[in-house]
């Protein structure tokens, strides 16, 4: 098995702690709210949200995807960092094990920057293209900036 490390950095005019806030710790409540066409409900499987707790986001009708599961292996709040594992989805991986996402926010200035690294852990014998990893994380990308644009409206929400 080969891993497939991919890292990306987010800009934004929201504060760190707001985002991270938003798309980690209060992320069952927000983005069903934020992006309802997208995301139908989060809810914990296991646990309260801390390490060792698996995460269930269940996709809206209209999605290629019903649902994915996700297992926080560190949380840290207080620096602002987030490491999970999908360990679970409807879809069907055919080149792919599992994904490992660390997410990290840090202050730049009066901007934040989200910094992302994902590891796919590539079956063996496959090949997984760039092409494949770009489509997700435009999603990705897409998510973060609908949470920004409704935090920078609604600047009491995750403060």
Known sequence: MGVITYSLEITSSVAPSRIFKALVLESHNVLPKIVPEGIKSVEFIEGDGGVGSIKK??????????????????????????????????????????????????????????????????????????????????????LYKAVEEYLVANPDDCA
């Open 57 to 142: 986001t269940n996709f809206a009708e209209s999605s290629p995807i019903k649902y994915m599961k996700h297992k926080v292996e560190v949380l840290d709040a207080d620096s602002l960092y987030c490491k999970y594992t999908m360990i679970e989805s409807d879809i069907k991986f055919d080149k792919i094990d599992f994904v490992v996402e660390e997410v990290k926010f840090v202050a730049a200035g009066s901007r934040s920057v989200c910094k992302m690294t994902s590891e796919y852990h590539v079956r063996e014998g496959c090949e997984l293209k760039e092409e494949e990893i770009k489509k997700g994380k435009d999603k990705a990308m897409g």
